[in-house]
């Protein structure tokens, strides 16, 4: 699963409760002229470590900036709360799951009333190895015996 796609499906659940008729979703680097209510959202790779050959244990903040139309702390923290519960343990993201780690937010901006939530998720991929090594059609073996002696 790639890091788009793992962002991709955490939008997708986001508009579930939070619809794009209503809300607007926009990534970063928007910076004026947006509409509210909106999300502003970031998914930054925390660690993308290998467990062996084969697998690779990956973490990812997603971060979400909630504008709302009218400051009112109440609405923000109505929102947070639907966020939490949406997300809940993971999130399925097509025939695969993203684990949710940690849950976290804050108030931000000059007047502290913007709210800054941040999902910290995980999930485990399959390292793809490609080798242009021709495949071993016949294996010879010559078995040799030593006595005891």
Not at 76 to 87: G, P, S
Request: glycine share 4%.
């Amino acid at each position: 699963m790639t890091v788009t796609e793992v962002k991709r499906g955490l939008l997708l659940k986001m508009q579930e409760a939070f619809p794009k008729e209503t809300y607007k979703y926009y990534a970063m680097e928007v910076k004026e002229g947006f509409t509210r209510p909106s999300f502003f959202t970031q998914l930054k790779p925390v660690s993308m470590e290998p467990c062996n050959y084969n697998s690779r244990s990956n973490q990812a903040a997603f971060y979400i900036t909630y504008f709302q139309k009218t400051i009112d702390e109440a609405e923000a923290l109505d929102v947070i709360q639907k966020l939490r519960d949406l997300f809940g343990l993971y999130v399925k993201i097509g025939d695969r799951a993203v684990k949710i780690l940690d849950y976290d937010y804050e108030f931000s901006g000059k007047e502290k009333n913007i709210a800054e939530i941040t999902v910290d998720v995980g999930w485990m991929d399959r390292i793809e190895h490609k080798t242009d090594a021709p495949v071993i059609e016949n294996v010879e073996l010559e078995q040799k015996w030593r006595s005891r002696a």
